[in-house]
């Protein structure tokens, strides 16, 4: 992602141990499959939106 996290997202990843701040994006490279269903998981968590 070459976007910022918004905070729900932050709040989210930081939830589940991830370090984050204000200028967290998101970047996966050569990573397991339970790495990229987390990073998928993080970014199309939808509940903070209503």
């Given amino acids: 992602m070459s976007s ?3 905070g ?3 709040s989210y ?3 589940q141990g991830h370090r984050v701040s204000e200028a967290t994006r998101g970047f996966v ?3 397991d499959i339970t ?3 987390e ?3 993080i970014g ?3 509940t903070e939106l209503r």
């Fill in 4 to 6: 910022v996290l918004p």
């Fill in 8 to 10: 729900h997202m932050r």
């Fill in 13 to 15: 990843a930081a939830s």
């Fill in 29 to 31: 490279y050569n990573a």
């Fill in 35 to 37: 790495s990229i269903v």
């Fill in 39 to 41: 990073f998928l998981d």
């Fill in 44 to 46: 199309t968590r939808a």
